[in-house]
């Protein structure tokens, strides 16, 4: 991480607990990411991300910025405590949420009633319903998993498979995994970590995490208790990180055995980890690229588009996009993190070169929708339909050795 991947950054004190909006690009002056809340978060992680969410939005081809906004709360805070740290926290970050610099979103430990919280302090009244980005972000993370298993030597069935951080994203990916063609042979949680060689029944999972949230790695039957340190090193096809930033690092990265790393977190590998699992021919997709489904597929859903075609946009297009890059950085020698890194910067130059105000057509269409006077099938066709054409312009993009 280099200081000139933050364009500018702001930090509160609010009580002793410690606020941070680091902003890693605008693009048509705003950019938005979430706020990640916890008692250990350092700048770094919240730099980190919001570069994260830079090249994510780049990569993808959504017209903002990327951003990302931390709350460090003290030890012991009570639920009641924290309402009121995320109210102050929302009228001090109310002149950069109004002109639009910067929109926070639901992230780590940041459900919708904190946010609602936050824009309530900043003067704002978020709806009853919010879109559900973990449901997205499965969408996307199977669809990257798809796509490996068609492009890479990875043979016999069913393939095994390695969740770190099974929590919502999690859950919901279990479900989208075929028995016959993939076994969850661990898992962890933030309150354990378990095993069992012949597999875990996605419903059984679904049904444990309901019941018992992330305890549910003492209520399944069949399953033997493991270390966390165990299931990142587990011996499996697939190992999907979807827990903290740079869970995979200098400490353990000689550890991990999976033979393709898809990740659902944000920025889960260091620098150096990722260069060393490419040294030893561990093929690890960016998480910006894997997780976008929680940007780009939900953009999609708000903007009228239908769960239905937005499986079909992400199983064709975005499947597709995510096939070229394992073939071309493959076909380079190179990392597809490094890949994938050189696109969304290309992207990104290209877009900030070229940004300025939306066509006098999208503008009109943008506000009829917004008052309810355009029918959401309407504009979701013609939404879908820009980001099929601008999916297949990144595939292309990819393909084009001058770029890469």
């Known amino acids: 991480m280099h200081e000139t991947t933050t364009q500018f950054l702001i930090q509160a004190d609010i009580g002793g607990h410690v606020a941070t909006v680091a902003i890693g690009s605008l693009l048509n002056g705003t950019s938005s990411g979430g706020l990640r809340i916890a008692e250990d978060l350092d700048l770094e992680e919240i730099r980190t991300l919001a570069w994260e969410m830079t090249l994510k939005f780049s990569f993808i081809g959504l017209p903002r910025g990327g951003g990302k906004s931390g709350l460090k709360l003290l030890p012991g805070t009570t639920p009641e405590e924290k309402r009121a740290v995320l109210e102050e926290l929302g009228r001090r970050m109310a002149p950069v949420i109004r002109s639009g610099i910067y929109y926070p979103g639901m992230d780590m430990n940041c459900g919708p009633d904190d946010l609602r919280a936050l824009y309530r302090g900043a003067g704002f009244t978020l709806g009853e319903t919010m879109t559900d980005t973990s449901y997205f972000t499965a969408i996307s993370v199977d669809n990257a998993i798809q796509a490996c298993v068609a492009e890479l030597p990875l043979t016999g069935r069913p393939l095994t ?60 039957p069949g399953a033997r208790v493991v270390t966390k340190e165990e299931v990142l090193a587990a011996d499996v096809d697939i190992l999907v990180p979807a827990a ?34 490419q040294e030893r021919n561990i093929f690890c997709l960016p998480g910006f690229v894997t997780n976008c489904g929680g940007v780009y597929a939900s953009s999609l859903y708000d903007s009228g588009v239908g769960k239905e075609k937005i499986e079909e946009i992400s199983a064709r297009y975005y499947r597709s996009v995510v096939a070229a890059l394992v073939r071309k950085s493959r076909e380079l020698g190179i990392s597809p993190v ?30 009829l929708f917004s008052k309810g006077m355009l029918p959401r099938s309407v504009h979701g066709r013609r939404i879908a339909a820009g980001f099929v054409e601008n999916l297949c312009l990144l595939e292309a993009q990819i393909r084009d050795e001058r770029v890469c």
Not at 190 to 195: D, K, L, M, S, T
Not at 259 to 265: E, K, L, M, Q, T
Not at 270 to 277: M, P
């Open 244 to 277: 903290r930033t740079w869970s995979i690092h200098a400490g353990n990265m000689a550890k991990i055995r999976a033979r393709v790393v898809v990740p659902a977190a944000n920025a889960p590998c260091t620098a150096q980890s990722s260069a060393f699992l």
């Open 338 to 367: 490094v890949l994938a890194e050189r696109v969304a910067l290309a992207r990104l130059r290209e877009k900030q070169s070229t940004q300025g105000s939306p066509g006098r057509v999208a503008k009109i269409m943008k506000r």
């Open 161 to 220: 498979v390695a969740i770190e951080g099974y929590g919502s994203v999690g859950n919901y990916l279990a479900q989208r995994l075929q028995p016959e063609q993939f076994r969850i042979v661990t898992l962890s949680t933030a309150r354990g970590a378990v095993a069992c060689d012949t597999g875990f029944q996605p419903e059984l999972l679904s049904q444990a995490r309901s019941l018992h949230g992330d305890e549910l790695v003492h209520h399944l």
